[in-house]
């Protein structure tokens, strides 16, 4: 969780309900889980993020881009999107390890 601080336009807090478990924790669904950072000095809060993955960003009134850090791998491939789309190229994106089960 990230520390809000004065200034700040991008901030890595969830904005929805938190997931039940860490995405380290989570099996991946549609993707490996990735975590999310937005380069404060880049964004220019165009708001693309959000239009291809608004399950993970979301541009507030206030003018700030939230935004889920680690959200569940069903939402990897729409945020490498938003990833893909952003004019300033400020969201890095680092997968995470995927989880696997042992056979029972
Ligand atoms: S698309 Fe890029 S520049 Fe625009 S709000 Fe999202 S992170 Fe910021």
């Known amino acids: 969780m990230s520390v809000h601080t004065t200034g700040q336009r991008a901030v890595d807090a969830p904005f929805g309900p938190p997931p039940t478990a860490p995405a380290e924790a989570r099996p991946a669904a549609d ?5 999310i950072s937005v380069d404060n000095n880049h964004c220019e809060l165009y708001g693309i993020c959000q239009q291809e993955a ?4 979301h541009l507030g009134e206030d003018g700030r881009l939230r935004y889920t850090p680690a959200p569940a791998g069903a939402h990897t491939p729409a ?6 789309c952003c004019p300033m190229q400020a969201i890095t ?3 995470l390890a995927q989880v696997t089960q042992e056979p029972k």
Not at 54 to 57: H, L, Q, R
């Open 31 to 35: 993707g490996p889980p990735v975590r």
């Open 54 to 57: 608004p399950e993970v960003f």
């Open 79 to 84: 945020v490498r999107q938003a990833a893909r």
């Open 93 to 95: 994106l680092t997968q």
